[in-house]
């Protein structure tokens, strides 16, 4: 059982703590490698190799286009390495090989989308009100980046962070999910085989408690990245204030995936499967609110139980495997909580709702594909983030009443809108709270475009211009061109 190292200035090192926890492979439940403990000593070391990196070393004087050919280089590389880092990634979450391959393969496009764009930062020169002066802006690195990421999809939320963080100039310490922290520690080699300066990527691994809170609060940190639930996220935010450093949180969502009744029903039952049921629900955007015309209720409803009754659960190995295990016994006991509040609360099962029984081989935490109908909008179902394979199906009569119950939670991340109108799809994305509206599609991300949430979904947004935006700060230069100042106590 391979047992990993810290990655800190460029070196591999033992924690401080000198000790190690196990990854469990949610599929078999068995330990499959060894995770080290980092703790506050171990992070001060990152941040202050950060810290040098970004300040005194070759980061901080070659070229931006340098910066982005490096980026590009690592990007390659990532390519290459691919199915390597898909399966550590299935191995420590669960999640099918084939959606941890396609994001492994994609990941490279972030590190060459943001090594073009790393030399296409550029201020500008406003027309000052006042004669014999020249104004310009430049747009500078933060600081040192604390990057915390979650253990549904590690690698490629932290690309996400990395790539428009170097790009813009900064260095970073990485700290993922200690669920699923093997792929990052992977993608730390991918760091030293593409040459990247030592100090530049940092990975520290541990708990939250002991590692994760002295990165946001380390002095020598002034940008954090963050996934992660509300609750992480809100903590993250007021410690973050203290300090006045700047935070980009990508939290939870209730997000609604509406049909109107002049949709194609077939395209918007495969959407509403692949909204939920997909990655086992496990994703912050998953449509777990399927809002459903009443004239279209009972028929949408029978397709989608035909269509979603076929998943098959298995090894997430396996390419025949539809529905894997939910990644964490901690998650796990929320989603089967979430099945009995449900229930209790009136909502009608018409499909799964227990856990579901072993596949051959397994000892892992696996969950029914669960559909409740006649669920109410302010059901607990209907407003708490599950994170899990839970349906919840509710009806409405109006584009009007769609958009209210639509708009009825505190989460504002994502919503779904199937309709063969222009005109209906329109208004549904002008009045929809959320940051991304989908149009008879659904889970569509790209590097190319900006994704964030509202309202406790999340501040700042990620991917696009955007992101690379969130890691620069503006600096305004002022030049006097004229003669000597006549009366040098007067200045506005």
């Keep these: 059982m391979q047992q990993y190292q810290l990655y800190i200035d460029g070196q591999w090192r033992a924690p401080a703590s000198g000790q190690w926890f196990d990854s469990i492979n949610p599929y078999t439940g068995e330990a499959w490698c060894r995770i080290p403990r980092g703790t506050a000593g171990d992070v001060d070391a990152a941040a202050r ?3 040098r990196a970004m300040h005194e070393g070759e980061w901080a004087t070659i070229t931006a286009t340098q910066r982005g050919h490096r980026l590009r280089r690592l990007g390659d590389l990532l390519a290459a390495r691919a199915e390597h880092l898909a399966r550590i990634e299935v191995q420590d979450n669960g999640k099918l090989l084939a959606e941890m391959l396609n994001q492994c393969r994609y990941l490279t496009e972030w590190f060459h989308y943001f090594g073009g764009l790393a030399d296409k930062i550029e201020g500008s020169v406003p027309p000052i009100d006042k004669a014999d002066v020249l104004n310009f802006t430049r747009h ?14 590690p690698l490629l939320l932290m690309a996400w962070k990395v790539a428009p963080a170097l ?5 970073v310490v990485i700290k993922p999910s200690e669920f699923t922290s093997a792929s990052t520690l992977e993608f730390a080699r991918v760091c030293e085989e593409a040459g990247l300066p030592a100090g530049l990527v940092n990975v520290v691994t541990g708990y939250g408690a002991e590692a994760g809170e002295p990165l946001v609060g380390h002095p020598l940190v002034r940008k954090i990245a963050f996934t992660g639930g ?4 809100r903590h993250v935010n007021i410690a973050a204030a203290r300090d006045f450093k700047h935070t980009t949180l990508e939290l939870g969502g209730k997000s609604a995936n509406i049909v109107l009744d002049d949709a194609r029903l077939d395209d918007a039952v495969s959407g509403a499967i692949s ?5 086992t629900g496990q994703t912050c955007i998953a449509g777990s609110r399927l809002l459903l015309h009443e004239r279209i209720h009972d028929q949408f409803l029978d397709k989608l139980l035909a269509l979603a009754s076929q998943a098959r659960f298995g090894d997430p190995m396996d390419a025949g495997t539809q529905i894997g295990p939910v990644t964490t016994e901690p998650q796990f006991r929320k989603v089967v909580d979430y099945l009995r509040i449900a229930k209790e609360e009136g909502a009608r099962c018409v499909m799964g709702g227990e856990v579901a029984p072993q596949p051959p081989g397994a000892r892992g935490f696996f969950v029914q594909p669960t559909i409740f109908a006649d669920v109410k909008p302010d059901m607990r179902i209907a407003q708490e983030e599950v994170f899990g394979p839970v349906l919840s ?6 584009d009007e009443e769609a958009i209210r119950i639509a708009n009825s939670t505190n989460y504002g991340l994502a919503a779904g809108v199937w309709t063969e109108s ?4 329109v208004n549904f994305s002008k009045q929809l709270q959320a940051g991304t509206v989908w149009v008879n599609t659904y889970r569509s991300t790209s590097y190319t475009t900006p994704f964030g949430g509202v309202k406790a979904s999340g501040l700042g947004r990620e991917n696009g211009m955007d992101a690379i935006r969130e890691y620069l700060q503006t600096k305004s230069v002022w030049f006097y061109t004229g003669g000597p100042v006549a009366n040098p106590y007067i200045r506005r």
């Design 49 to 51: 190799a950060a810290h």
């Design 140 to 153: 500078e690195p933060i600081g040192v980046t604390a990057c915390i990421t979650p253990w549904n999809s």
């Design 167 to 171: 790009a813009a100039g900064n260095a």
């Design 230 to 233: 509300e609750s992480g996220g």
């Design 275 to 279: 909204g939920i049921f997909a990655a």
């Design 393 to 398: 199906v509710i009806r409405f009569a109006s």
């Design 422 to 425: 222009l005109r209906r799809a």
